[in-house]
Structures are given as structure tokens and as C-alpha cells.
């Protein structure tokens, strides 16, 4: 694989000419439309030939209204694909995503892979409830109800197993969660499923905060299958212009997990997104708008912003303005992803993680497909 730099002045035929390769490659590959004007800095994929046999397990996340398209374009890169989500009430009792999952799940099972049901403790407003996970993993009649149903739940639609994404759990209920996910793992496992867990960025065993005192990294690397590291969301709706993953952050929290987790249960989480913000950011008031990653690089095109590439985060960012209003964009490329890439081979991880699969980054999946073999 080789990654090419837009300068000012190239178009995609001289690209093409340069690199040897065929137009229609480049524009099919990046997804360029037509007339398929390139912005200064925009880093372009340009095929190559698999040269690494390393095996990975790529997983992605995504909603029942996900388009048929664009999960078919995606599922032949994934080895697991995880429906967005199930909920629960405080008696155990499981509640259904409110559309249809089904097509997920066989569209799935026609690409070879396992479809599988994440649970989220999400209230009727759609927000992550800790007092749903306090009741739950603080009674057994409860708990049992739950493992139960969820086990029902995977011989009626045919889930492979259950990936856990229980977020803001409360320092008291640490435990009693690292329990409650090994009596599912052991539920499932005896049954022939699989259990998986998404964990906070952690970088330390004593990190302060709501979102990671209630996750033991050390227990629930014992008690799942395998785990899924959230390394993403640094750059946030709320929080000022940032990398959504910088790398340098991203590394922080690999380092801590490798000491607490078999390397070979942990997954990289990625963003497929990224983030534009109006400025000047002012907390409590700016909302980042979530974009998908070619649509930045179309609002680069469009307003004639040059790209530039932050080397610390391995991020590419640029700003704009509009109606005399500045924005921010930071998002993923082909070089911040091969950056993601490389550390998955350093430490020799399960695999990759993607929230979520919802729009598709053609570029990303072809580049993944140079530097692994998906299982």
C-alpha cells in the first residue's frame, strides 16, 4: 500500500500517471466524486499488494437502520458484526432494539460472519443508566433472568454472542459487574457463544471518574472472552476541537491494558467518524456536528481548505469558514488509520474494533485488507 499527499496542482490523472496505477482505481478506492476535484493534503490510498499474514478479528459496530449498501460493502472486512443494541429492565427482562435487526444477522451469516448482540443498560430517554446496572448486578434473581433471556435471545435470531457495553457504572457496583460478566462468559460459553466487553480508556488501575472506576481491566480480562479497548471519543461532541483518537493517547491506554489483559483477548477500538466544530468553541454551548470521514474530506474540497496533518496525534484536521462563522474538522485517514494498524501489529492485539460501520470508508477496508488477514 502506499499513501499519496495531494499538492497543489495535481489531479487525478497526474496522480495516476505518477504512481502507475489506474484513475478509475484511485477514484473508486476513495470514493471521489465527480468532477473529482482533490484537496490540498488529503492523503490518498493507492493499492498495493498484501505483504503481511498477521491474522486479526475485525469487529463492527452498527444501528438496524445501517444501510443495506453499506453493510454489504462492509461485511466481506469483518469478522463479527455487533447489532447496536439490546437494553434490559431492572428486572432482567431484555428489551429489543426498536427496528428490525433481522437482515442484519442474515446478511451476516451470507458474508461468513458472526453476528453478535451488543447490551447497553440504556434508558427510555436513550441515555447509559447506572442504576439499570446496580439492579441487575446486585440481584441474583435478576441477573439470572437476564442470562437467561439472553441466551433465549441467541437461539431465536441466531446472535454468536454478546458483547457488554456497560458505560458510567458506579465504583461500588465494580465487582459485582466483573462477576456478573463472568457468569454470562460462562453462561454462554457452555452453550457455544462468545462474550466480549467494551472497557473505558484507562491508563492507570486507580484513573479517577465515572466512566472508569466501575471497570476493573484486570477482572474482566479474566471473566470475558475478550475485550474491546474505547479508544476513541478524546475529540467529543461537547469537548473542544481535538483528534478523536490521537495516537499518542491511544498508546497510553495500550500500554496499561497489555499489563493487565492477555494481549490476544484486547481489541483496538477505532472511530469511523470525525468531528466539526463551530468556532470559537465555548464549553457548555458548541456541539460538534459527527460527519463521516469522506464527507470531511468533501467539505475540504468544497471550501477550498487545506489539510494539514497533526504528527503527535497522527490526525488530519483542517479549518474553513462559512456565513462568516469558522469551523474546526478533525477526522481519519489512511495515514491515522495505518498508524492504528501498526500499533495492533506492535502489540500483537486480538484485533480492531470499529464504532461504527454506519458510512463507509472504502479506503480504510482495502488498506486493512494490505496489512492483515481477517479470521
Given at each position: 500500500?502506499?499513501?499519496?499527499?495531494?499538492?497543489?496542482?495535481?489531479?487525478?490523472?497526474s496522480i495516476a500517471?505518477?504512481?502507475?496505477?489506474?484513475?478509475?482505481?484511485?477514484?473508486?478506492?476513495?470514493?471521489?466524486?465527480?468532477?473529482?476535484?482533490?484537496?490540498?493534503?488529503?492523503?490518498?490510498?493507492?493499492?498495493?499488494?498484501?505483504?503481511?499474514?498477521?491474522?486479526?478479528?475485525?469487529?463492527?459496530?452498527?444501528?438496524?437502520?445501517?444501510?443495506?449498501?453499506?453493510?454489504?460493502?462492509?461485511?466481506?472486512?469483518?469478522?463479527?458484526?455487533?447489532?447496536?443494541?439490546?437494553?434490559?429492565?431492572?428486572?432482567?427482562?431484555?428489551?429489543?432494539?426498536?427496528?428490525?435487526?433481522?437482515?442484519?444477522?442474515?446478511?451476516?451469516?451470507?458474508?461468513?460472519?458472526?453476528?453478535?448482540?451488543?447490551?447497553?443498560?440504556?434508558?427510555?430517554?436513550?441515555?447509559?443508566?447506572?442504576?439499570?446496572?446496580?439492579?441487575?448486578?446486585?440481584?441474583?434473581?435478576?441477573?439470572?433472568n437476564l442470562i437467561?433471556?439472553?441466551?433465549?435471545?441467541?437461539?431465536?435470531?441466531?446472535?454468536?454472542?454478546?458483547?457488554?457495553?456497560?458505560?458510567?457504572?458506579?465504583?461500588?457496583?465494580?465487582?459485582?459487574?466483573?462477576?456478573?460478566?463472568?457468569?454470562?462468559?460462562?453462561?454462554?460459553?457452555?452453550?457455544?457463544?462468545?462474550?466480549?466487553?467494551?472497557?473505558?480508556?484507562?491508563?492507570?488501575?486507580?484513573?479517577?471518574?465515572?466512566?472508569?472506576?466501575?471497570?476493573?481491566?484486570?477482572?474482566?480480562?479474566?471473566?470475558?472472552?475478550?475485550?474491546?479497548?474505547?479508544?476513541?471519543?478524546?475529540?467529543?461532541?461537547?469537548?473542544?476541537?481535538?483528534?478523536?483518537?490521537?495516537?499518542?493517547?491511544?498508546?497510553?491506554?495500550?500500554?496499561?491494558?497489555?499489563?493487565?489483559?492477555?494481549?490476544?483477548?484486547?481489541?483496538?477500538?477505532?472511530?469511523?467518524?470525525?468531528?466539526?466544530?463551530?468556532?470559537?468553541?465555548?464549553?457548555?454551548?458548541?456541539?460538534?456536528?459527527?460527519?463521516?470521514?469522506v464527507e470531511a474530506?468533501?467539505?475540504?474540497?468544497?471550501?477550498?481548505?487545506?489539510?494539514?496533518?497533526?504528527?503527535?496525534?497522527?490526525?488530519?484536521?483542517?479549518?474553513?469558514?462559512?456565513?462568516?462563522?469558522?469551523?474546526?474538522?478533525?477526522?481519519?485517514?489512511?495515514?491515522?488509520?495505518?498508524?492504528?494498524?501498526?500499533?495492533?501489529?506492535?502489540?500483537?492485539?486480538?484485533?480492531?474494533?470499529?464504532?461504527?460501520?454506519?458510512?463507509?470508508?472504502?479506503?480504510?477496508?482495502?488498506?486493512?485488507?494490505?496489512?492483515?488477514?481477517?479470521?
Amino acid at each position: 500500500m502506499a499513501v499519496y499527499v495531494v499538492k497543489s496542482g495535481d489531479t487525478v490523472d497526474s496522480i495516476a500517471m505518477a504512481e502507475n496505477v489506474l484513475a478509475n482505481e484511485i477514484i473508486y478506492d476513495n470514493q471521489l466524486v465527480y468532477p473529482y476535484a482533490l484537496a490540498v493534503g488529503q492523503a490518498l490510498y493507492i493499492r498495493g499488494e498484501q505483504e503481511e499474514e498477521l491474522t486479526i478479528q475485525t469487529n463492527g459496530y452498527a444501528y438496524p437502520f445501517i444501510s443495506s449498501w453499506v453493510l454489504e460493502q462492509t461485511l466481506p472486512f469483518l469478522s463479527r458484526l455487533s447489532v447496536f443494541s439490546y437494553g434490559f429492565t431492572r428486572e432482567g427482562n431484555l428489551v429489543p432494539p426498536p427496528l428490525n435487526d433481522a437482515f442484519m444477522i442474515d446478511y451476516a451469516y451470507r458474508y461468513g460472519v458472526m453476528p453478535i448482540l451488543t447490551l447497553t443498560p440504556f434508558d427510555e430517554s436513550g441515555f447509559f443508566n447506572n442504576t439499570l446496572i446496580s439492579a441487575v448486578v446486585g440481584s441474583e434473581a435478576a441477573k439470572r433472568n437476564l442470562i437467561d433471556q439472553l441466551l433465549m435471545q441467541m437461539q431465536i435470531s441466531g446472535f454468536r454472542g454478546v458483547d457488554v457495553d456497560f458505560e458510567y457504572i458506579l465504583a461500588q457496583d465494580r465487582d459485582a459487574f466483573s462477576q456478573f460478566v463472568l457468569e454470562l462468559t460462562n453462561a454462554m460459553n457452555a452453550e457455544g457463544y462468545v462474550t466480549s466487553v467494551a472497557l473505558a480508556p484507562k491508563t492507570s488501575a486507580l484513573q479517577q471518574g465515572l466512566l472508569y472506576e466501575g471497570k476493573d481491566y484486570r477482572q474482566l480480562g479474566i471473566a470475558a472472552n475478550q475485550v474491546l479497548l474505547m479508544t476513541y471519543e478524546w475529540g467529543y461532541t461537547y469537548g473542544p476541537p481535538m483528534a478523536v483518537a490521537p495516537i499518542n493517547k491511544v498508546r497510553e491506554v495500550v500500554e496499561y491494558a497489555v499489563s493487565e489483559i492477555d494481549h490476544r483477548k484486547i481489541n483496538l477500538g477505532i472511530p469511523n467518524y470525525g468531528y466539526d466544530w463551530s468556532l470559537p468553541f465555548i464549553r457548555g454551548e458548541t456541539k460538534a456536528r459527527t460527519i463521516g470521514n469522506v464527507e470531511a474530506v468533501l467539505i475540504a474540497v468544497q471550501y477550498g481548505a487545506e489539510i494539514q496533518f497533526d504528527e503527535l496525534a497522527k490526525s488530519p484536521y483542517f479549518t474553513y469558514a462559512v456565513d462568516d462563522v469558522w469551523h474546526e474538522v478533525w477526522f481519519e485517514d489512511v495515514r491515522s488509520m495505518q498508524a492504528k494498524f501498526d500499533l495492533i501489529k506492535e502489540y500483537d492485539l486480538l484485533g480492531a474494533g470499529y464504532w461504527q460501520i454506519m458510512q463507509l470508508f472504502r479506503a480504510n477496508w482495502l488498506q486493512l485488507r494490505e496489512n492483515f488477514l481477517v479470521l
